[in-house]
């Protein structure tokens, strides 16, 4: 017999063992969903123990662990650390307050570990100490007496190695015990236990005292703890936001006076919280923790000197980002290259199963079509999140952030953009997904809404097809360098360059606010954990195919059907079932076949022209002949809304050559270099060819990274921000080359 579910929460600072712990409890049960209203995400798993463990068939406990975001403290400001504060508190809307806390510690870096400690025991809920990491303790000469500890603090304590799959056992009869516990005796001992808060200075429980009367007067539910937070935490503090508007005015003049009697009282705010929090941790920790005198240097500390050098560190970093760039746009090849093949053969098995009209026309190219852009992202997010799990947990990310963090500060943004940045250059799906490891939001937000600028591979053929059509083949230094490596370099850059600006303008304009403080801690390097690297990806691969991949699939569905209808295929329909008759017969007329193909492109390109796109695109050709273009090319850019590479295959259908066609096609080359005005000057030229690269390079003509921007943020509102932002910033800047280009070059 099953009792009643219990919430457990885990919390620890990051690189705790956290997620370790986690999946040793919760097994493969475990569930990833957003909260309301946020896009933090939580992590959710259940197990089942049995109360009385000696006996397996006596009843059990339904226990639900919930597994926060890792942070440093309660004193929240990113949005990972205010899902942390209102779950704790209970002031998460839709979600039940947990029945006990499991804190997880790292217990060769305790007494910084118990800060956080420090905090969530004065929420009032039953607590559960985890030392974490035990078996390097001993390995480094540590001693600690957890008994005592835990008569100290007033918790329960258990040592584990998560990692190793030690002490699990004990976790769970600790909170199977926690939970049995007579809920009188329960909450005699949470009122009775030590807290920092009992040492803060009697000035301060004095103002903490005014503020609480004056926010019950005002019918503001809040608890002691926070209005401490309110005293203590600056404007832009999560718990601020909880204040109704109306009271903000008289709470800000609240606070002001407040403060200013502490500081004359000699309480500086906010330094004394973080001196009485460690005074009170030292005097709970002493003569239970003991370490030598003199610790020799690990290999860690071996490694720091390199990896966190200058010159040497940055040389590493960014060759280690090469690799990961080469490893994301290489080897995702070889993936990509069989989900395109397997999507190919099951187009054809359709296609022999089901004869030319509207019906195959919409699996192959709308349904198999739309699932094969959702696919052809999968090879990319698993290997970079792949390089992220590994980079993480063996603890090499911190360093890469610090190493990064000056270049970055310069431009507005902290070394932990860097790395999203980067990928983003294979594809700003993962990217964006990527900006995750992000904590402060204001330097997340800039990071995602830069990070579409990045040139992307989706951007690579449209430069290859302009570069090798218009550009001539100039070589310098005794052929050495290329004028079209040279462009196709230009403009693989270009977006890159254009961000340093766009990121300064959005941090001074959009994101105003204090420079954020750069703190990350640099734990030991240690092994990772293959099983929670791994469960890592798996997730990123989850949340990408159910979030951002449904949107995707429906948009290119949507984009089908608008160059499909509304009209006549019939004969296009006819030809086409005769022409795969033909090529399927025992002696085929080989010029025929040719015949009829050319025949049935060019009714293709006619329907197009005729199609809801096609009217569109006539509908804006006044606004795009401005930048050199004409109807045609603003179908194709149309059409390439859910992926920017399918705007080849469109010049391909248009041009009549057929939708198979690709950026090294020869033909499709020539096509566009004899399409002419009705005034017989040429459409193609240098100019028009450098407007459509630049108006590429900036533009946000990815239907899929707008959907994840809203996965990302929670909100339409960035991603229409982000393509109206970049379209208008693509639209000047493909207006400014083309008529650059035209005076240079007439």
């Keep these: 017999m099953s009792q009643a579910a219990a919430t457990i929460a885990l919390i620890g600072n990051p690189n705790t063992g956290k997620s370790s712990l986690f999946n040793a409890l919760c097994g493969g049960n475990a569930r990833v969903g957003n909260y309301p209203g946020v896009t933090v995400e939580h992590k959710t798993g259940r197990l089942l123990l049995p109360l009385d463990a000696r006996d397996p068939s006596s009843s059990t406990a339904l226990i639900e662990i ?38 997880i510690a790292d217990a060769t870096n305790m007494e910084r570990n118990l800060y956080l400690f420090s905090q969530v025991i004065e929420l009032g809920l039953p607590t559960l100490l985890v030392l974490n990491m035990w078996d390097r303790v001993s390995s480094l000469g540590i001693q600690v007496d957890a008994d005592g500890l835990s008569r100290q603090l007033g918790v329960p304590v258990v040592c584990t190695s998560a990692s190793k799959r030690q002490g699990i056992t004990e976790v769970r009869n600790s909170l199977v015990a926690l939970l049995q516990s007579d809920p009188g005796e329960r909450a005699s001992a949470i009122v009775s236990r030590p807290t920092a808060a009992s040492e803060f200075p009697e000035v301060f429980q004095r103002e903490t005292d005014l503020l609480l009367k004056w926010l019950v007067g005002s019918k503001v539910a809040m608890e002691r703890f926070q209005v401490q937070r309110l ?19 008289e709470l800000a003049s609240r606070l002001t ?49 390199w990896l966190t050098h200058r010159w040497f560190g940055l040389l590493f970093f960014v060759l280690l980002m090469f690799l990961i760039f080469q490893s994301i746009t290489l080897v995702a090849r070889w993936p990509m290259t069989w989900i395109e093949g397997f999507q190919g053969y099951v187009a054809a098995t359709i296609e022999s199963l089901i004869g030319p009209g509207p019906l ?13 852009s959702v696919l052809m992202f999968l090879p990319q997010i ?24 000056k270049f970055m500060a310069s431009i507005g943004m902290s070394g932990k953009s860097f790395l999203p940045l980067m990928s983003s250059f294979a594809c700003a799906i993962p990217g964006i997904m990527a900006t995750r490891t992000i904590d402060n939001r204001k330097d997340r937000m800039v990071t995602i809404l830069v990070a579409p600028l990045m040139s992307c591979s989706a951007r690579l053929p449209v430069y290859i097809l302009m570069v090798a059509a218009f550009i001539p083949d100039i070589r310098y230094a005794s052929g050495w360098l290329s004028l079209q490596g040279i462009v196709l370099f230009a403009m693989q850059s270009l977006g890159a360059l254009i961000a340093i600006p766009v990121a300064w303008l ?41 979030r951002a991949g449904t949107l995707i699939f429906i948009t290119s569905v949507l984009v089908w059907a608008a160059a499909y209808f509304p009209g006549d295929h019939a004969a296009v329909d006819t030809s086409t079932r005769e022409w795969e008759q033909l090529k399927s017969s025992t002696d085929p007329d080989q010029a025929e076949i040719v015949r009829m193909e050319k025949s049935i492109n060019l009714e293709k390109s006619r329907l197009i022209e005729q199609s809801f796109l096609g ?23 149309l059409a390439s809304f859910p992926a920017r590479e399918v705007i080849i295959a469109t010049l391909g259908t248009i041009y ?11 033909s499709l080359k020539e096509q566009l270099q004899a399409a002419q005005w009705p005034d017989g000057k040429p459409v193609f030229t240098l100019a028009t060819a450098f407007s459509i690269m630049v108006f590429f390079a900036l533009c946000a003509q990815c239907a899929s990274t707008l959907v994840t921007i809203q996965r990302e943020t929670n909100s339409w509102r960035w991603p229409i921000f982000s393509f109206v932002y970049m379209t208008s910033l693509a639209y000047v800047g493909a207006w400014l080359t083309y008529n650059l280009v035209s005076l240079w070059i007439p």
């Design 66 to 103: 919930v597994d926060l975001p890792g942070t440093y403290s309660l004193a929240a400001r990113s949005a990972d650390e205010a899902v942390s504060v209102d779950v704790l508190s209970g002031a998460m809307s839709g979600v039940r307050r947990p029945d006990a806390v499991i804190v």
């Design 231 to 249: 005293l203590i935490d600056t404007a832009e503090a999560h718990v601020h936001r909880s204040i109704p508007n109306h009271l903000t005015a």
């Design 257 to 305: 006076e407040a403060r200013g009697r502490l500081s004359s009282a000699g309480v500086p705010i906010p330094l004394f919280e973080t001196k009485a929090r460690y005074a009170w941790i030292k005097s709970k920790t002493a003569g239970l923790i003991e370490r030598p005198r003199q610790r020799p240097p690990t290999w860690s500390d071996t490694l720091d000197r």
């Design 360 to 372: 195959r026309s919409l699996l192959v190219d709308g349904v198999i079509g739309g699932v094969g």
């Design 382 to 405: 698993a290997i970079l999140f792949l390089f992220i799990g590994i980079l993480e947990d063996c603890g090499y990310m911190s360093r890469a952030a610090f190493v990064m963090d």
């Design 506 to 546: 959005l941090k001074r304009f959009l994101f105003r606010g204090e420079p954020s403080t750069f703190i990350m801690e640099l734990a030991s390097y240690r092994w990772p954990s293959w099983r929670v690297v791994f469960s890592r990806v798996w997730e990123r691969i989850q949340a990408f195919l159910v």
């Design 615 to 637: 009217m569109a695109g006539r509908v804006i050709e006044p606004v795009v002949r401005p930048l050199g273009w004409d109807g045609k090319i603003g179908v194709a850019v």
């Design 656 to 666: 009549a050559l057929g939708s198979d066609t690709d950026e090294n096609s020869s």
